[in-house]
C-alpha cells in the first residue's frame, strides 16, 4: 500500500456508479475499497475492472478456517487486488493462511468502528494486533471512532500500517484518527454520497494536509 495521499475511498455502490467515481477520483486515493455491495453485484471481476483507476483493496473481512481461507485469498489475489482485509479473532493459524497465500496486502481487522464492537472486538484490539505483527501482516484496520484505543495499537504494531474507517458518518474525526497514529483514513459515504465526489475528495485531502501539518 503506498502512502503518498493518505486515502482510500470505500466504494460500496452499484459498480456503474463505483467506476465513475473511480475514474474521476483516479490519482487522489492511494486506493479504492471494495466491499460485498459491490462484488455480491458484480462478481469479482469488478475488482479487475477498478484496477485500471487505481490499487484495489478488498475489505472482505475473511474469516474461516485456514483451508478455507486460503481458498479466499487465492482467488481475491487471482484478480487484480493489492490487497485483503480480514478477520483477527478465527486466530492464529487463520490469519497465518491468509498472510502465507496472499500476493500482496493483508491486513487485520483489530477494531472496528461501530457501537457493538466494543462488546467482543474492543476488549481483543490489543492482542488482535500482536498478532497480526507477530504473523506478518502489513497492517491493521482500527476504527476512527475510538481514536485512543488506535493511539495504543501503534503502541503494538510499531511500524504496520494503521488504517482508519469511520470517518463522517460514523462521527470518526480525520484530524484525531491521524494525530492519535492512523496512516491512512477509509472514507466511503462523505465522499460517495457527496454531489460532487471529487471536490468532497478534495476537502478530505485539505484536512489531512492540515492534519499532517500538526504531527
Ligand atoms: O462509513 P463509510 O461510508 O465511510 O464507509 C466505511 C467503509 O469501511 C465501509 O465499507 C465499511 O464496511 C468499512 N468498515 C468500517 O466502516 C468499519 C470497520 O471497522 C471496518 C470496515
Keep these: 500500500m503506498k502512502k503518498e495521499t493518505r486515502l482510500i475511498i470505500a466504494l460500496d455502490m452499484k459498480e456503474e456508479k463505483a467506476l465513475k467515481v473511480a475514474e474521476e477520483t483516479s490519482g ?123 493511539r495504543r495499537l501503534r503502541e503494538v504494531v510499531g511500524p504496520l500500517l494503521i488504517l482508519a474507517p469511520g470517518i463522517g458518518p460514523q462521527g470518526g474525526d480525520p484530524r484525531q484518527a491521524l494525530q492519535h497514529g492512523a496512516d491512512h483514513l477509509i472514507v466511503g459515504r462523505r465522499i460517495t454520497a457527496a454531489r460532487d465526489p471529487t471536490k468532497a475528495t478534495n476537502e478530505v485531502l485539505e484536512e489531512i494536509r492540515h492534519a499532517g501539518e500538526s504531527l
Design 28 to 150: 487522489l486515493c492511494d486506493a479504492f475499497k471494495v466491499n460485498y455491495p459491490l462484488v455480491l453485484s458484480s462478481g469479482l471481476q469488478v475488482v479487475d475492472r477498478l484496477a485500471a483507476f487505481g490499487d484495489v483493496l478488498c475489505d472482505f473481512k475473511v474469516a474461516d478456517i485456514p483451508y478455507t481461507n486460503r481458498m479466499i485469498i487465492e482467488l481475491v489475489f487471482s484478480h487484480s487486488a493489492s490487497g485483503v482485509i480480514v478477520h483477527g479473532f478465527p486466530g492464529e493459524d487463520a490469519v497465518r493462511a491468509c498472510v502465507e497465500s496472499a500476493r500482496g496486502d493483508v491486513f487485520v481487522l483489530a477494531a472496528m468502528s461501530h457501537p457493538g464492537a466494543s462488546r467482543f472486538l474492543v476488549p481483543a484490539a490489543v492482542e488482535v494486533a500482536a498478532m497480526a505483527r507477530d504473523v506478518g501482516a502489513t497492517g491493521i484496520v482500527a476504527g476512527a471512532t475510538r481514536p485512543e484505543l488506535i
